[in-house]
């Protein structure tokens, strides 16, 4: 009678985890937070509401580019899938990124990072763009929530420093930079001349080069990966509710560039910028990177 007795004390500790993770949560979430956040897929919306034809005065022409439209161009969409699929996107990566900012005590170092992302994210973009001449026009939120999931590495990190690892360091975190634009490589970058299927030798070396990089980064902080893993399952295992969110948050980051960086960019009549993607993603860890490594956001 013992284990039967000991394992409905196991699954109610569990449920008062749970209801605690709820409680700190909504205790934490600001409305005027959830508005900011829910304007934005307003925005979007309101925008695709709008004559196809003023849709398209509004998207970025590499070969007459302005101001206006090198800002426009991010929320300006042309067809219902593509909308839909930046939006869910951004729900998901917006609203994981925000629950682990307000559960590490990081609700200001997020918020400031998303209006960067929203408002001087798009000229930036659109003027790196240049860089790439070619006959086309440019659109869709995609770079946007690329930034997004650049930023969501260093929100698993304060969350995870916060909640289970006291005391480790932010500047740690690159560690997991490298090999995740490495595994953008490899999702993205053609195959091979000759090669039937799998990854092309590019993709394939520029991955095994960011684990490397990032393993020799990490070793040079003094992080034992092992150790470091098996902490990182213990610590999401025997946290319910809180350890359940890390563990979205993770699989958020290794899962959405297989959105963002298809193996074939080319769609019905558009191609994936992949280039935009991946400026959204490494601008939006490095810039936010360097000012938490120097205590800018520390609460």
């Known amino acids: 009678m013992t284990a039967p007795s000991n394992a409905r004390s196991d699954g109610t500790a569990d449920r008062n985890a749970d209801d605690g993770f709820r409680r700190e949560l909504l205790a934490r979430v600001r409305l005027a937070d959830l508005l900011v956040l829910a304007s934005v897929p307003a925005v979007l919306g309101a925008v695709f509401a709008l004559p196809e034809a003023t849709r398209r005065s509004l998207a970025f022409a590499y070969t007459d580019p302005t101001v206006r439209t090198a800002f426009t161009a991010h929320y300006v969409h042309l067809d219902p899938g593509h909308l839909a699929g930046n939006v869910a996107g951004y729900c998901l990566l917006a609203g994981v990124g925000y629950a682990l900012a307000v559960l590490a005590g990081y609700r200001r170092f997020f918020l400031v990072a998303l209006a960067t992302f929203l408002l001087a994210f798009p000229f930036a973009l659109s003027a790196l763009n240049l860089a790439v001449p070619r006959n086309a026009i440019g659109f869709g939120f995609s770079g946007v929530n690329m930034a ?14 916060e909640r289970f690892f006291p005391g480790a360091s932010i500047r740690a975190l690159p560690a997991a930079f ?8 490899l999702l993205a970058l053609p195959v091979a001349p000759g090669s039937l299927d799998g ?9 095994v080069a960011g684990l490397l990089l990032g393993l020799l980064y990490a070793s040079s ?4 990966i092992r150790s470091a893993v098996r902490g990182g399952v213990r610590a999401a295992v025997s946290n319910p509710g809180y350890g359940d969110l890390f563990a979205v948050g993770v699989a958020l980051t290794v899962g959405y560039p297989v959105v ?14 992949l280039y935009v993607h991946l400026l959204g993603f490494c601008l939006a860890f490095i810039g936010p990177f360097a000012l938490l490594a120097a205590g800018a956001f520390e609460e």
């Open 148 to 161: 997004l999931a650049g930023l969501l590495p260093l929100l698993i990190g304060v969350y995870a420093r």
């Open 178 to 185: 490298f090999p995740l634009v490495g595994w953008m490589a």
């Open 199 to 207: 990854p092309g030798l590019a993709g394939l070396a520029t991955a």
């Open 221 to 224: 902080t003094g992080i034992r």
């Open 260 to 273: 963002g960086f298809p193996g074939d960019a080319t769609g019905t009549g558009s191609v994936v910028n």
